[in-house]
């Protein structure tokens, strides 16, 4: 009979997340805040950083992070042309 899993048993965390998905979000508010360039070259710099770091170091969301790094880049070309 199969084991299932109690309900006070813990669901181990997954460390290294927190970087991949903080630039997943710096991306996304990068490009809804687009009419404001200030704020979308600031977010989109610390996103790409964020991203970079959380690929290098190898963490468990490196998908959010490739995702991150593609928002981010996407807001800081598209603001880059149009300015």
Same mark, same amino acid.
């Given at each position: ?8 048993d813990?669901?181990?965390p /997954?460390?290294?997340?927190? *970087? ?5 979000? $710096? &991306? !996304?508010? =990068? ?6 360039? /200030?704020?979308t070259?600031? *977010?989109s710099?610390?996103?790409?950083? $964020? &991203? !970079?770091i =959380?690929?290098?170091?190898?963490s ?15 807001a800081?070309?598209t ?5």
């Amino acid at each position: 009979m199969p084991k299932y899993r109690e309900i006070n048993d813990e669901i181990p965390p /997954q460390h290294g997340t927190e *970087l991949s998905t903080a630039s997943l979000i $710096l &991306g !996304i508010i =990068a490009l809804a805040l687009m009419c404001i360039w /200030q704020i979308t070259i600031t *977010l989109s710099i610390v996103g790409v950083v $964020l &991203g !970079i770091i =959380a690929i290098i170091i190898k963490s468990s969301g490196r998908n959010l992070a490739i995702a991150g790094l593609i928002c981010n880049i996407a807001a800081l070309t598209t603001i880059i042309l149009l300015l």
